[in-house]
């Protein structure tokens, strides 16, 4: 039933894409003195569809230890220059937000696979005592970040 839902919205997408694109064939130049410039119009862009089971955001995604402890939730995702995630933000500790810190945890310490609704926590393989000796993130300030044993690679700074 949802891959006929898809398939019927992916066809109105790209029905409502020609229409649009036949109207502005069709418009008339634009008037004053000035040549119309010659434009080659956009492609289109390119789509990809996520089945809702196969995909899920995780900024606010509670993080559970592995042996469930709290260990806060995931409030910012740190990207390198390539766009390459690097690792993750927690707002770590603290009572409805007074107390709480962030930390940074490297990507690779976290697992996903337990994920099938957005009420579903993140798995972070550290403790809560290792998450809690960390230093605390502050932008613009070098970023230290918490893995778990050998996961961790230097930034490379060219």
């Known amino acids: 039933m949802r891959n006929k839902q898809t398939v019927i ?16 064939a069709d418009e008339p130049p634009p008037s004053g003195n000035s040549p119309p410039a010659a434009q080659e119009p956009a492609p289109p862009p390119s789509m990809t569809i996520i089945g809702a089971k196969d995909a899920h955001g995780v900024l606010g995604r509670d993080v559970r230890s592995p042996a469930n402890e709290d260990m806060g939730h995931i409030v910012d995702v740190i990207v390198d220059r390539t766009g390459t995630v690097r690792a993750a933000v ?7 937000g007074v107390g709480s810190r962030k930390i940074v945890v490297d990507w690779n310490a976290l697992h996903f696979g337990q994920i099938a609704s957005n009420s579903d926590a993140i798995t972070l393989e550290l403790t809560k005592a290792q998450v809690a000796a960390a230093p605390e993130y502050k932008e613009d300030k070098p970023i230290v970040v918490l893995g778990a044993a050998g996961s961790l690679q230097p930034l490379d700074d060219h």
Do not use: E
């Open 9 to 24: 919205l992916l066809a109105v997408v790209l029905a409502a894409f020609a229409a649009a694109r036949s109207a502005t």
């Open 90 to 96: 927690i707002d770590f500790g603290g009572f409805l």
